[in-house]
């Protein structure tokens, strides 16, 4: 196929990704925000939330605080933010539309149809409950998109590269959250009475829906190091670290035995799922997890442009 | 206006009493007068809807308001007779053929200028008339693959060829989609109706760009559809025929040239390219030759087309047929190349780089239609009977300057059809884009084409850039 062709593919999927990604944390955030200051509400999450899922320092160049009304904006519809919902939605039809002819006529619908309805949100204009349903809404959009991905494409290159683009968005999105929120994460932090953290723990959790899927694999109260766990190392977790690297170790697999040739962009997808198969949490905390999740956003953003070096120019 | 045009289904003047209709319309008319209105109403819009959610749009240069938007589309076919048709078929290969032969001359021994059919100056002073192609004849002969002749009508049995699309006609993925919308609308209608097909468009285009790849091709031979890119008003038919034909759909970029081969860049590597449906202009096929300010083109893709090991569809220098003064000598040309009458005759023209012809044109001009001999898309031409006063003397202003550059035509009444507007049904002017495609075997056409509809009272301009609108043409089988 087409290197551009597969580019549009791979940016399709990763910004349908985005789109959802900054849903959730918009989501959650405005549920920690509502929270009485005893439960650790009303410290200031937008600015975390600006943190990881946008660019703060573009954030402050563009807008002179920092509250619910400015980072709504910036994350959801301000045209001035790459990774705004809309600008994602925008993106992702742009690539869609280059290559309309390799996708089924149900991923052009998803995203046409996306595209289409997205012009009907007025974001000034919205209250919270509007809001929450847009919110609902952009996470709708990517469940059908991805669905109708799953559903309808054939299972050749084309379809390898757009779960490429989605693996190594969604590595890189868990990474900015572990990022910004690793702090809360570390043992020290459970105090006696760190019952205030609780909610900072959970927030991590929704940012990726995982509340349910922790109670499931542990079966005991939310621990940060738990979470942490959950997030880099447990491999059932669709979101974890560990499962996008079994993803894109895959992928880049079925990719390298059809064109016959192997290349860095597999060499470093199975040496990151080696390292993260062969570690344990403790061993994270032990060397610092703030230099771990560093180089990890570090050694994902290489895979991301030896994958675009081998095949996507 | 001149006299009252005819129309399809009553066959008569309009204005006059619509009670009669030709036999063809018959049904039509019925379902017309049957059909409550509502009924009507949620058809439209469920075949806007339609179009809108499979993104079929097209950009209109200079409207910044919406960079896509739909083509008004018209759920009242457009019927020709199957007689009608046959007539239409032959004369449309007639002229296709002799296109073919006079490119072939131009391009090499130059018969047709030596025996004064074309004057000569025509030929070497236009922009379009490619030196790169003297003596290099393009595989298997063909230069105009795909050609869309606009034919308009003007009676019962007058059909008139309006112009010559010889470099990249564009408008077949309405003609397929305008079909697939409405076999999905009225499955009734078809039922009653014995409509030939059109589906087959796709394949017949593939074959036709498969049986001209180069020699040096194998086989099974790689063809491409090259576009401007997706900010082209026509991408979305760029992409819609590359689906239908399982063709790559290549951007300039995704092309490279080594060795007088082109090959795309792939996932895979470097592969080998033999034909080149392109939808781009020659001036941006390659920057070494043609606009070196160009970025949409191919550096050495004109010495590959050159050395014969690519093909190009449609050929380069092919514009010089859409040359609105190369079309008065067309009868001429059908003549010289076919040693026939022309089955389809020109609608009587006027070229103003006659001397006569000019004076004439000056005399009449708020009873003519001008237009450029270089335009196209409905842009830069005077229609005289809907011109103001200021409009007719910027225009006579132009004549005097470069009488070259212009030709004249009786203001047509081209025929109606009744459509759908904000009143009701009511008649609007019509033409007609059929398609025909060369190879290095047959010529193949489609029953129909493209009708487009002049959606504005009175208005005789059909172009879609213009409030042009579109309706399924049907050819009846028998």
């Not at chain 1, 170790?249 to 064109?259: E, I, T």
């Not at chain 2, 046959?86 to 072939?104: D, H, I, P, S, Y």
Request: glycine share 6%.
């Amino acid at each position: 196929m087409l290197s551009r062709t597969a580019d549009n593919l791979y940016w399709l999927s990763r910004y349908t990704e985005r789109a959802d990604f900054v849903a959730r944390i918009l989501d959650a955030t405005m549920r920690l925000a509502a929270l009485p200051a005893s439960y650790g509400g009303e410290r200031n999450e937008w600015e975390g939330a600006v943190a990881a899922a946008g660019n703060l320092d573009e954030f402050k160049r563009l807008y002179s605080a920092v509250n619910e009304d400015t980072v709504r904006d910036f994350l959801a519809f301000s045209p001035n933010n790459p990774s705004s919902i809309a600008n994602a939605i925008e993106v992702a039809r742009e690539n869609a539309r280059a290559v309309r002819t390799a996708l089924t006529t149900e991923m052009w619908e998803a995203i046409n149809g996306a595209w289409l309805e997205l012009k009907g949100f007025n974001g000034a204009e919205m209250n919270r409950e509007e809001f929450a349903r847009f919110l609902e809404w952009v996470k709708n959009v990517s469940l059908s998109f991805d669905g109708s991905a799953y559903r309808t494409m054939l299972r050749n290159d084309a379809y390898w590269f757009t779960r490429l683009g989605l693996a190594i968005e969604r590595a890189d999105n868990t990474a900015r959250i572990l990022d910004v929120k690793y702090h809360v994460l570390l043992p020290q932090t459970e105090r006696v009475g760190g019952s205030l953290d609780y909610f900072q723990w959970t927030t991590i959790l929704r940012e990726v829906s995982a509340l349910t899927a922790y109670h499931w694999v542990y079966r005991q109260s939310v621990k940060p190091w738990l979470v942490a766990d959950l997030l880099i190392l447990n491999r059932q977790m669709p979101r974890s670290l560990a499962n996008c690297y079994e993803l894109l170790v895959r992928h880049l697999d079925l990719v390298a035995d059809a064109y016959g040739r192997r290349g860095p962009s597999q060499r470093l997808a199975s040496a990151m799922q080696a390292r993260l198969s062969g570690t344990k949490i403790d061993g994270i905390f032990a060397l610092g997890m703030h230099e771990f999740i560093t180089d990890f956003v570090s050694e994902n953003n290489k895979l991301g442009a030896a994958i675009a070096e081998q095949y996507l120019v | 206006m001149g006299r009252a045009a005819f129309d399809e289904m009553t066959g008569r003047p309009n204005g006059q009493a619509a009670e009669g209709v030709r036999s063809a319309y018959a049904a039509l008319k019925e379902w017309l007068e049957t059909c409550p209105p509502d009924f009507f109403d949620t058809r439209r819009s469920q075949a806007e809807l339609f179009f809108r959610r499979i993104g079929i749009t097209f950009a209109v240069y200079g409207d910044n308001q919406s960079t896509e938007r739909l083509i008004p589309f018209d759920i009242i076919p457009r019927v020709l007779t199957k007689p009608e048709w046959e007539l239409l078929e032959r004369g449309l290969k007639q002229r296709v053929t002799a296109l073919n032969a006079f490119l072939g001359d131009l391009y090499g021994a130059q018969e047709c200028i030596k025996a004064g059919v074309v004057p000569a100056d025509l030929v070497y002073r236009n922009p379009h008339y490619r030196l790169e192609m003297l003596g290099c004849p393009p595989p298997h002969g063909v230069y105009v693959h795909i050609a869309g002749i606009d034919v308009v009508r003007v009676d019962e049995d007058t059909f008139y060829v309006l112009e010559d699309n010889a470099r990249t006609p564009s408008g077949v993925s309405y003609m397929l989609e305008n079909r697939e919308v409405m076999m999905r609308l009225f499955p009734e209608l078809f039922a009653q109706h014995r409509v030939a097909p059109v589906e087959n468009y796709p394949d017949a285009l593939l074959k036709t760009l498969r049986s001209v790849a180069p020699l040096t091709a194998t086989r099974d031979p790689t063809v491409v559809l090259l576009t401007p890119g997706r900010f082209n008003s026509a991408f979305y038919e760029h992409s819609f025929l590359a689906d239908k034909l399982g063709v790559e759909l290549v951007e300039a970029s995704d092309l490279f040239a080594k060795d007088d081969v082109v090959f795309m860049r792939t996932t895979e590597g470097p592969k080998r390219v033999d034909v080149i449906y392109r939808r781009i202009d020659d001036d941006f096929i390659d920057p070494l030759v043609f606009r070196p300010d160009s970025v949409l083109g191919v550096p050495g893709l004109m010495a590959a087309y050159q050395a014969g090991n690519v093909t190009l569809a449609n050929a380069v220098g092919t514009g010089i047929c859409d040359d609105k003064a190369v079309y008065t000598y067309m009868p001429a040309i059908v003549r010289f190349f076919t040693g026939e009458e022309p089955i389809l005759n020109n609608v009587p023209t006027w070229c103003c780089r006659e001397k006569e012809a000019l004076s004439y044109v000056l005399d009449r001009l708020p009873e003519l239609v001008v237009k450029e001999v270089n335009g196209s898309g409905g842009y830069g031409m005077l229609v005289g009977p809907h011109a103001t006063k200021r409009e007719l003397d910027e225009f006579a202003r132009k004549l005097k300057h470069d009488p070259d550059g212009f030709i004249a035509q009786p203001t047509l009444s081209l025929s109606t059809c009744p459509t759908f507007v904000a009143s009701g049904v009511a008649p609007r002017h019509v033409d007609l884009r059929p398609f025909v495609l060369t190879g290095a075997d047959e010529i193949r056409i489609v029953p129909g084409g493209l009708t487009r509809v002049a959606l504005k009272e009175g208005s005789l301009v059909v172009n879609s850039s213009q409030g042009g609108g579109t309706k399924d043409t049907w050819v009846l089988d028998g």
